[in-house]
Nanobody, 115 residues
Framework: QLQLVESGGGLVQSGGSLRLSCAAS????????IGWFRQAPGKEREGVSC???????NYADFVKGRFTISRDNVKNTVALQMNSLKPEDTAVYYC?????????WGQGTQVTVSS
């Protein structure tokens, strides 16, 4: 059974940085794409970034140039480096893996950016 655990969230001032990590257990993820999503209060969950099994990153327009996704297939982890954070980045951040038709989500980590 695949389990995903996010960590690294917290409270940071506007312009600051955080590094989120998504650790997987129970399954090796090196052949799968992995995505980061976020959900702010009262809003729908939205895609932030994803990385292919080959290491190619993709970013939502609102984080391009500020966030960097990376993966470590040895450690079975995916990181999201978030720089130049803005108050509108405040949300719960989740990682997700799709194994065939089934989606696996972590429990999320809260990111709060104060102005």
């Amino acid at each position: 059974q695949l389990q995903l655990v996010e960590s690294g969230g917290g409270l940071v001032q506007s312009g600051g940085s955080l590094r989120l990590s998504c650790a997987a257990s129970g399954y090796t993820l090196d052949v799968y794409d992995i995505g980061w999503f976020r959900q702010a209060p009262g809003k729908e969950r939205e895609g932030v970034s994803c990385i292919t099994s080959g290491g190619r990153p993709n970013y939502a327009d609102f984080v391009k140039g500020r966030f960097t996704i990376s993966r470590d297939n040895v450690k079975n982890t995916v990181a999201l480096q978030m720089n130049s954070l803005k108050p509108e980045d405040t949300a719960v951040y989740y990682c997700k893996v799709s194994l065939g038709p089934r989606e696996y989500w972590g429990q999320g980590t809260q990111v709060t950016v104060s102005s």
